[in-house]
């Protein structure tokens, strides 16, 4: 039974009804991040809320009130019937004061709403219950003795979902044995979501289920969307605890609601998409929030919560994108809750108990919008950036100029942006810029719900709990002083558990001039900790480190010990090892994890598992500090404790997408000619892509060449070709779309999340035809129908990365995916006149192009070449070839320009040449494949492929684009790097085993590598 749970409902019900004061709850019973509410000031709530007043008296109590599209009237729920002692509906005239009861009288009612038209009121009734008379004679019987229950919500089955129609007549909309209740419709009045737990009345529980449904019927309680006539009902949640307060976001895009831990002790707010996906937290308060309402910008919610102790609820604000931390709104003891903005977003209404009864009823006050931005992040800036980006294109010249270039990549490259890191306050303003910049030239929105942005979730790095303990023998270490997991860690608890040394943790295959190096010869680690030092062996030559060097990472050496049936590893220093920091340092932008438990410790730590007989840590490693190998053993001194819990966050990103329409008309013409480059970057460098040194660490990594320069420079192209249409010198056959991505740096998740949902943004492009033969050449590429060509709806993708360090060539990449692009290029290139490198290279390049040659888009992407300062702080400013930029966007404006105007588009064929680039670009392979990675699959366990190369090794094996690789040459594959080691394991020509998810089931098949040379 979940006591926290009906403890909430319990003490809510108490408040509304004015019972004594609850401040004597056990401990237990309060909110783990509860204050004390000592800071309660009417001048404080008075910034937010002025001139607050009562709006309902009658009755023993009233509460949620909802407001008509035109805010003239407020239908709310009100005990007012002495013959009955449930909610009935009420709809108030704002102008005249006139009140008229909507709900028949009978039974129970709740959670009224009205209708978009105005002609209808929705709410949830149980007046056709045959006895719901007698439970009314109950309960008042109850009253009247002294012996009603303090809380007397039920969630009763009965509860159906009705609409009164102004004419007084009633369509009951639900008929399912349940309560289903919580209604409200959407901003069209096409569609109503609803809560229920019906699902729980109609198939089978286990035993335990049963008997829980007896005590507590919310447990089952998910949310259900249906049409407004009540058909066409579907479930969009299904977890355990309480889904419940659903409402529409102003542009019936979203829904937020309130969830309920499954043991009932917190809820949070969510939001998601209407089809139930995009599920995003936007609270991590750890008390009971609920009641969530947006406003009608969609910029941010208001929402309840006891964070303050459990029977006082505050008012509080949380932005829509999650970011930052909720804002407080009231500050008066008792009961604020079910909060509504009127509909211009000036004013709102809430439930309160401030009254001198202390017992519910609605309040209205005037509403402090730009206050409550400002305190959220949400004001200012906005200006600010739409400024910068009018004021830019009010300066610049439609030609092509290093001024021009340079304005751009200023604007990006402010420190106040920190870095444009994805899912951050700089990214959303670095967005914003662009965006602005491009409906200043006259391009249309072409993003989600007619707006110029596509958003996209991502997973956002990781955090460490409180949760996290060690022990050694009879020692409790302090964590991040004695010891730190690292980010890649499983999480869990282990038991004290022996340890065994394994020196430097390696196992390197022979070469043909290095031998063999295996720490874990003849060495049993299984369900034990294992210990290995930290890097490489400090002694040996640069030869040998070299070959040494690719084993020698901590999440390396941690899949050799969880190979061999570890349950955890153990990293330290050593005290002949040169590293600054003894911990290892915790990478909070870290997404996928090893399933074992891995934990840095410090040299003091690690010499309490030596024993006497085991001699001492700094003994250890100078014997193996020149290359030598040394048998591992069981340690005979203390063993290891530890409890590991990391949270693992998704985080938001967005993309900029606009559109330039061929003709006079804002319909799309396909298919069409897209234009990006990559707008975020590395923020202040705190994940494992940063290459700053360690002075350098948490500095803004500005990304002047990665990407501001490639951003700049696809502005450039913008302006220019809206220059062209606008003077009627472009006479387009097909529409130009500008991408600005995000989620680059991360792994291509912005481009990849835009692709993947290309038919939901376009439903009118045109489709590939799946027959059979379609079918035939899509497996030929290594890709399912689910997965299919875009070519009919893209002609060609454009891409600009890193194209600002101009010295010698610019490298055009991407000739290999159709059979006129080299002459095209050269011939685009005549006015401009660059001196180019063309390489063919096409699929598995590090660039948000890849999303696209993975469809059978032809694409060119601009590359002015790597640099000492990639993915540092000194990627700065001051040191980009400006000339060379603007020149870059020229000839790739040109090669655009035609693309635009020709009757014929580039025809996809890929011709690469015989040599082929790596998988994983930064590692040495030599083993071939022909895999295309998908770096924007999330968290799943495994590796999985957006495509195969039509005639590579998987293609032939009969791996398909979509599958999930778990298993290789008899490795575990759980992400990218786990699949990275075990081909660098292959031998070239030796048949091996491969295990692929596709779908539910798991598919062996047999594969032989070829080489890459």
């Not at 050593?574 to 920091?581: D, L, R």
């Not at 990478?587 to 690690?606: L, Q, W």
């Not at 000619?673 to 460098?685: I, K, N, S």
Request: contains cysteine; glycine residues 8%; negative net charge.
């Amino acid at each position: 039974m979940r006591h926290a749970a009906l403890l909430f409902l319990i003490t809510l019900s108490a408040i509304l009804l004015g019972a004594p004061s609850l401040s004597a709850q056990p401990a237990s019973a309060q909110p783990a991040s509860a204050d004390p509410s000592t800071d309660l000031s009417p001048d404080k709530e008075a910034e937010l809320i002025s001139e607050a007043r009562q709006i309902t008296f009658d009755g023993l109590r009233a509460g949620e009130g909802y407001f008509s599209g035109d805010a003239k009237r407020m239908v709310f729920q009100s005990e007012r019937d002495p013959a009955n002692p449930f909610y009935q509906i009420f709809l108030m005239d704002l102008e005249t004061g006139d009140l008229q009861q909507v709900s028949p009288g009978q039974g129970k009612t709740t959670c009224a709403w009205i209708h978009p038209s105005g002609d209808r009121v929705l709410f949830s009734s149980t007046h056709h219950d045959e006895t719901s008379v007698e439970k009314q004679n109950e309960l008042l019987e109850l009253r009247r003795t002294g012996k009603q229950p303090r809380y007397s919500w039920d969630y009763d089955p009965e509860f159906e979902i009705y609409e009164r129609l102004d004419d007084g007549t009633y369509n009951r909309l639900t008929e399912a044995v349940g309560y289903d209740a919580e209604a409200s419709y959407s901003p069209d009045g096409t569609q109503i979501v609803f809560a229920s737990n019906r699902a729980a009345y109609s198939e089978p529980l286990s035993p335990r289920e049963t008997e829980l449904l007896k005590t507590d019927k919310s447990y089952f309680i998910d949310l259900y969307i249906m049409n407004a006539d009540g058909s066409n009902v579907r479930q969009l949640t299904d977890v355990n605890g309480y889904d419940g307060g659903p409402f529409f976001s102003p542009d019936g895009a979203r829904i937020c609601w309130r969830r309920f831990s499954e043991d009932g002790t917190t809820a949070e707010i969510y939001t998601m998409a209407t089809d139930g996906t995009d599920v995003r937290r936007l609270t991590n308060i750890g008390a009971m929030s609920w009641a969530p309402f947006y406003h009608p910008s969609g910029d941010y919610l208001i929402f309840t919560t006891n964070r303050h102790g459990f029977g006082n609820f505050e008012l509080y604000c949380v932005r829509a994108d999650g970011q930052g931390q909720p804002v407080r709104v009231t500050f008066t003891d008792g009961f604020d809750g079910l909060p509504v903005f009127l509909p211009g977003g000036d004013r709102i209404a809430w439930t309160s108990n401030r009254t001198a009864e202390k017992r519910s009823q609605i309040f209205l006050g005037n509403w402090n919008d730009a206050e409550v931005r400002k305190r959220l992040g949400l004001t200012d800036q906005d200006d600010a950036d739409r400024q910068a980006a009018l004021d830019a294109a009010e300066e610049s010249s439609p030609q092509f100029t290093p001024a021009d270039i340079a304005r751009h990549v200023d604007y990006l490259t402010r420190p106040e942006l920190e870095g444009r890191l994805t899912g951050t306050e700089g990214e959303r303003r670095a967005t914003a810029y662009v965006a602005a910049y491009l409906e200043s030239l006259g391009f249309v929105p072409a993003g989600e719900s007619g707006t110029f942005f596509d958003e996209f979730q991502f997973p956002a790095g990781c955090s460490l709990t409180d949760n996290n303990t060690l022990t050694i023998g009879d020692q409790t270490g302090t964590l991040n002083e004695d010891w730190r997991p690292l980010s890649f860690s499983a999480d869990g608890q282990i038991e004290p558990t022996e340890v065994v040394f394994a020196g430097y943790g390696m196992r390197v295959p022979a070469s043909e001039d290095s031998p063999e190096y295996d720490s874990y010869v003849h060495l049993n680690v299984a369900n034990r900790w294992v210990m290995v030092f930290r890097d490489l062996p400090q002694d040996i030559t640069p030869e040998r480190r070299q070959q040494l060097a690719r084993f020698s990472s901590p999440r390396r050496k941690a899949t050799f010990a969880r190979d061999l049936g570890a349950k955890g590893i153990i990293f330290v220093a050593g005290p002949t090892s040169k590293v600054q920091n003894e911990l290892i340092r915790f990478d909070s932008t870290a997404s996928a994890g090893v399933s074992i438990a891995a934990i840095s410790i410090t040299n003091a730590m690690a010499g309490k598992l030596f024993s006497e007989s085991d001699g001492d840590l700094k003994e250890q490693q100078t014997q193996l500090d020149d290359g030598s190998l040394a048998m591992g053993y069981i340690l005979e001194g203390a063993k290891v404790g530890t409890t590991i819990e990391i949270e693992r966050k998704t985080g938001t990103g967005r993309n900029v997408i606009a559109r330039l329409p061929a003709g006079e008309s804002t319909a799309p013409s396909y298919p069409f000619v897209m234009v990006g480059a990559h707008v975020d970057h590395l923020g202040r460098g705190s994940g494992s892509n940063s290459l700053a040194k360690d002075d350098e660490r948490d500095l803004i990594h500005q990304g002047a060449d990665d990407n501001a320069s490639g951003v700049a420079a696809m502005l450039e192209i913008a302006q220019y070709l809206a220059d062209e249409k606008r003077a009627g010198r472009l006479n387009a056959n097909r529409d130009l779309v500008i991408a600005g991505w995000s989620g680059e740096e991360l792994g291509l998740f912005g481009s990849q999340a835009f692709i993947e949902s290309f038919e939901t943004l376009y439903p009118d492009a045109p489709k590939a035809e799946i027959d059979e033969e379609a079918e035939r050449a899509a497996r030929a590429h290594g890709m399912t129908t689910n997965a299919a060509p875009l070519t009919s709806a893209i002609a060609a993708y454009l891409n600009l990365d890193m194209v600002g360090r101009l010295r010698e060539k610019l490298v055009v990449q991407g000739i290999g995916s159709s059979p006129k692009f080299e002459s095209l290029v050269n011939r685009r290139n005549v006015p401009v006149g660059l001196s180019l490198t063309l390489d063919k290279t096409s699929t598995r390049l590090p660039t948000d192009a890849s999303a696209f040659v993975a469809r059978d888009v032809p694409i060119l992407s601009a590359f002015t070449g790597a640099h000492e300062d990639y993915h540092t702080p000194r990627d700065t400013k001051e040191k980009l070839n400006y000339e060379g930029a603007a020149s870059t966007a020229r000839l790739f404006a040109l090669i655009a320009r035609g693309m635009l105007t020709d009757a014929d588009v580039p025809e996809f064929k890929l011709d690469e040449g015989e040599k082929q680039q790596d998988e994983v670009p930064r590692a040495r392979l030599t083993a071939y494949l022909g895999t295309v990675p998908d770096y924007a699959a999330g968290k799943i366990k495994g590796l999985k492929l957006s495509g195969v190369a039509g005639e590579g090794p998987a293609a032939k094996a009969g791996v398909q684009g979509g599958d999930v690789i778990i298993e290789l040459a008899g490795k575990k594959i759980e992400d990218i790097y786990d699949y990275t080691y075990a081909i660098e394991a292959l031998k070239i020509g030796e048949e091996v085993g491969i295990t692929v998810r596709r779908g539910d089931k798991e598919v062996p098949l047999k594969i032989t590598p070829s080489s890459r040379d």
